[in-house]
Nanobody
């Protein structure tokens, strides 16, 4: 019923750029924030960047600040992540997710085990050296 689908991943050289796109359907308008999370093999899933659905409040992990930009289109229920100056350590499966509105967007993004309501299937981003 609730569908979260991401796309745009791929293989890119270090220093390159990628744009991830996420579409969400079946969600109540204004009830959720949206965010991007990633997980590399053997590591915990971490919040990369999140944005409030009702305003422009955003959160960025320290590791991606200045390189990634999150944006949204509420009318189209679409979320974007512009990634530039990519590094090999950015290699991971990237997941789009809807976060609980009751929590501050920063907290939800830092606590995917509690702050996330719905997950996408993921899109692989691989950055070669």
């Amino acid at each position: 019923q609730v569908q979260v689908v991401e796309s745009g991943g791929g293989l890119v050289q270090a220093g390159g750029s990628l744009r991830l796109t996420c579409t969400a359907s079946g969600l109540t308008f204004g009830a959720y924030g949206m965010g991007w999370f990633r997980q590399a093999p053997g590591k915990e899933r971490e919040g990369v960047s999140c944005i409030s659905w009702s305003d422009d409040s955003t959160y960025y992990a320290d590791s991606v600040k200045g390189r990634f930009t999150i944006s949204r289109d509420n009318v189209k229920n679409t979320l974007y992540l512009e990634m530039s100056s990519l590094k090999p350590e950015d290699t991971a499966m990237y997941y789009c997710a809807a976060t609980y509105r009751v929590y501050l967007i920063d907290w939800s993004c830092r606590n995917p085990g509690h702050g996330v309501a719905y997950w996408g299937q993921g899109t692989q981003v691989t950055v070669s050296s």
